[in-house]
């Protein structure tokens, strides 16, 4: 159980264009999902926080209107990365949390962008 | 202070060892703690929940949990070198609703 997907697995972009990644929870219903982003050999770094019907929250100094975030039902979380460059190349994580337990998180495999 | 603060390593080990590896937090009212195991280039995995103070046991891994000192370890017993990975210690720090994660550990396990 508590699996989580995400697609594309890999994209290569041009500059200024946009690119969306998808997350799903695959066996449960995830009221809350999170985006992370982990540039090489550094730790996770939540960019925001989305519950299901309502707005993302964002973590400070990632910007909003870039990265748009939509969570419109309970097993689908999408990141838009709006007119993206090559500094915004990462792995993007999201990962979700059940109903059941309050704190677990399961991670999707991850998404990995190229901006050339 | 950081919050969820972990030895960054390498932390090396010979294969059939013991690995240690240690988390100290700062929100004494966290009740929920895991473990991750990332591999190079690939997404964290869960191993192990603890919630009570003491030890709990799965398989070759044992969680240990103190939080009276605020402090939760990861032991692996005969470690292996598929074992090779960076371990992210996580906690539920004050009223936030996600976990906050370590930096992570990284272990070799040498054949």
């Known amino acids: 159980g508590a699996v989580v997907s995400q697609h594309p697995s890999w994209v290569i972009c041009k500059s200024g264009t946009s690119v969306k990644i998808e997350c799903r929870s695959l066996?449960?219903?995830?009221?809350?999902m999170f985006w992370y982003r982990q540039f090489p050999k550094q730790s996770l770094m939540l960019m925001a926080t989305s519950n299901e019907g309502s707005k993302a929250t964002y973590e400070q100094g990632v910007e909003k209107d870039k990265f748009l975030i939509n969570h419109a039902s309970l097993t689908l979380s999408t990141l838009t990365v709006t007119s993206a460059h090559p500094e915004d190349s990462s792995f993007y994580i999201c990962?979700?949390?059940?109903?059941?337990?309050?704190?677990?998180?399961?991670f999707g495999p991850g998404t990995r962008l190229t901006v050339t | 202070q950081k919050e969820v603060e972990q030895n960054s390593g390498p932390l090396s080990v010979p294969e059939g060892a013991i690995a240690s590896l240690n988390c100290t937090y700062s929100?004494?009212?966290?009740?929920?703690f895991f473990w991750y195991r990332q591999y190079s280039g690939k997404s964290p995995e869960l191993i192990m929940s603890?919630?009570?103070?003491g030890d709990k046991e799965d398989g070759r891994f044992t969680a240990q949990l103190n939080k009276a000192s605020q402090y939760v370890s990861l032991l692996i017993r005969d470690s292996q070198p598929s074992d090779s990975a960076t371990y992210l210690c996580a906690v539920n720090i004050g009223s936030a609703r996600q976990l906050t994660f370590g930096s992570g550990t990284q272990l070799t396990v040498l054949p």
């Open positions: 603890i919630y009570s103070n």
């Open positions: 929100d004494r009212g966290s009740q929920s």
């Open positions: 066996d449960f219903q995830a009221t809350t």
């Open positions: 990962s979700a949390r059940g109903t059941l337990n309050s704190y677990e998180q399961y």
